[in-house]
């Protein structure tokens, strides 16, 4: 429950944060840096770290969450699936590692160097396991080299990625409040996961090529297919959380659907009609301008600075052994995978390191239920900050390197 | 205070709204009938009156407001000021008789006829004066129509009347709270309002060249231009409301102002770079046709058919001489001006008639604070109903007549 803000105030507010995401958006392209990172960082700004002019709302977080989803559309649209399936093993590689070490090493380390009681360092492996796929997405679209055959490994290890952190959520949850896991859960939701994974491109597939027909041969009123696009992509969202799996991969599974080359199980291959294609995609790109910023300025408002004491020694210690878990486990993975360069290894694992709002979500359901307290809670909210900010600007320079 | 909605349920909301919107506006498109009632009956269908399975939420009153600023802004947009001065002094006195005949006469008959309370007999009056400037606009966007001078009158005539409508909701809230109207109050408030027309558009003005020049010159990140001009409009619509003018003023102001041909007072006049404008009316597109058709289907939901008894004698007795008085009203005002021929004067007179939202706002107010009984208010909702659904088919049919 919360108070209703004024409509006015409201316009107010969104005002200031698209203004302030599209300012510091401008400043950090100037310096060469990423625009996600000065989105962020707008967000710290006008959030309760700096100015504490706006804090999170309702309706915020329904704006930003239509932000992530379009993003994630937006790059399902542009994704390659035959290049995705070829990154396939490598990506599933990837993602489980990048689940695995930071996980059981955070949680390891908390129990027995720092002597931090069971379900406590169980958070904080927790914490420190998912990757914010909006992050690191962003920063790959940045800097244009979303469709890159790395890119495709690290897109796919980031929808891994997201169902692992689901599972490893209930999971940890289900031993918090029962003492146990059930694994009977466990397998129902994975099934769910599966049968989502099997049926909705084909479902997404269909009502598209509805969509197309219709809008060619019938449609006389304005605005047809972007109506009917958004609309399929919040379904999809809303089917993906039916099935447990989290909301965005419907979006990204629509996304796909649509995309140039898209093909079904049993080599049932599809093109979509490219002035089709491009259709969507600059009815869309207006409409994801507006909406994905709001989703990161909010990621930088949900960071309260002000917890983070700087002359606390535990911070630095316990921050500097979390922080290198943090970043170790998840660049391990893309050493066990084949045929592939050291360098392109960095950038994948650099890729895989932001841990944004996830982890941001994850510490903050730790401290409000009181299983963390607040120096830890403060420890890992700088852990995250570090992860989300540096990822980004580390890629552009790989990325040239590589070049 | 609300319950806070599941993101994904809202998701499905959002796309059953979207949805609906567009299949009601196509078939309607098909039976050559205004698409915006397509909109407003899906809402009808959706909402308490027979589905039932989406009611009004903080957050959809939220969008469908942001869509109805759009559609005032996009309307000044393409607002010839020569034109609108031109049509001026006409538009004032039909908004002037517009508002005073319903008022007057709707208190009148409720008083002396109907024999209810003087509060009654003057929210009853309230109710049926305000004009719905977005329904009429809509209507006369879905034809074509809106940049004819008979548009540009009905235009003028609907920003004064929404001025007259704010003062007499001040005044009658004032009276039914205090027994006394403040005099002095009512000045205030139209000192500001006429202080906000003197000075908005000379700041909108220089916004919108700040945001060209910057553009041009310097614009280093994606989609500048929507997130500036969509905080512009915000911002506007803030501004507005401070000077107690109606939010959708400030968007409309901020629409002229970086219309084709403007100028400020003293004959300063500006010219906008056609390519600019151009920009900003194709971003505008999509992102208007998601948010617009959400204000019109909510104008649906927000109606419970249910509410009216149309077996009961007072419905028909009542809400005949109400609706008379509603429609005849509003066509008297266009009687009262020069130079036009009778067709003009019952097409401005028509364009005027909707009440919609404004009007049920008005209704609920009476409702919800016990000044109006459950049959009274249904007579309302009655009478809103049909001012609001038969104009558009009627201007269709009367532009059609005139040419």
Chains 1, 2 share one sequence.
């Not at 930071?102 to 998912?130: C, E, K």
Request: charge should be neutral; proline fraction near 3%; hydrophobic fraction near 60%.
């Amino acid at each position: 429950m919360e108070a209703q803000i004024p409509v006015h105030d409201f316009f107010l507010i969104l005002a200031v944060i698209l203004l302030s995401a599209k300012i510091f958006g401008e400043i950090f392209a100037y310096l060469k840096l990423p625009t996600v990172i000065g989105e962020v960082f707008a967000g710290l700004i006008i959030g309760p770290s700096f100015l504490g002019i706006v804090e999170t709302n309702f309706i915020l977080k329904i704006l930003a969450e239509i932000g992530i989803i379009l993003l994630l559309f937006e790059v399902g649209l542009e994704t390659d699936m035959y290049k995705l399936k070829k990154a396939g093993l490598k990506a599933f590689i990837v993602a489980v590692a990048g689940a695995f070490f930071p996980f059981v090493l955070g949680a390891a380390v908390s129990y027995y160097v720092f002597n931090l009681p069971i379900v406590v360092s169980l958070f904080i492996g927790g914490a420190l396991t998912a990757t914010s796929i909006g992050i690191t997405i962003r920063a790959l679209k940045d800097i244009g080299k979303h469709r890159t055959g790395v890119a495709q490994i690290v897109l796919g290890a980031a929808v891994v990625d997201d169902i692992l952190g689901v599972i490893l959520l209930i999971t940890i949850y289900d031993f918090v409040i029962t003492g146990e896991v059930n694994i009977y859960n466990l397998l129902r939701i994975l099934f769910l996961i599966a049968v989502f994974f099997a049926l909705a491109p084909v479902l997404a597939k269909f009502l598209s090529k509805v969509i197309y027909l219709y809008d060619k041969k019938f449609s006389r009123s304005d605005g047809f297919v972007v109506t009917t696009i958004i609309s399929l992509i919040l379904i999809f969202a809303y089917i993906s959380h039916f099935f447990n799996a989290p909301e965005i991969l419907g979006a990204f599974t629509a996304g796909i659907a649509l995309s140039r080359r898209f093909f079904l199980p049993f080599g049932i291959a599809f093109q979509t009609d490219p002035d089709f294609l491009n259709k969507i995609e600059s009815y869309l790109k207006p409409i994801s301008n507006i909406f994905v910023p709001i989703f990161f300025v909010l990621v930088g408002i949900s960071i309260d600075l002000n917890v983070i004491d700087l002359t606390s020694s535990t911070l630095w210690i316990t921050g500097f052994l979390l922080l290198l878990i943090a970043v170790v486990g998840k660049i391990i993975g893309s050493f066990l995978i084949t045929k592939i360069s050291v360098l392109k290894r960095i950038i994948i694992g650099t890729a895989m390191v932001p841990r944004g709002e996830v982890g941001l979500i994850f510490a903050e359901l730790g401290r409000t239920s009181g299983i963390l307290k607040a120096d830890i809670y403060a420890v890992l909210v700088f852990v995250i900050i570090i992860t989300t900010l540096l990822p980004p600007i580390l890629l552009r320079w790989l990325f040239k390197e590589e070049d």
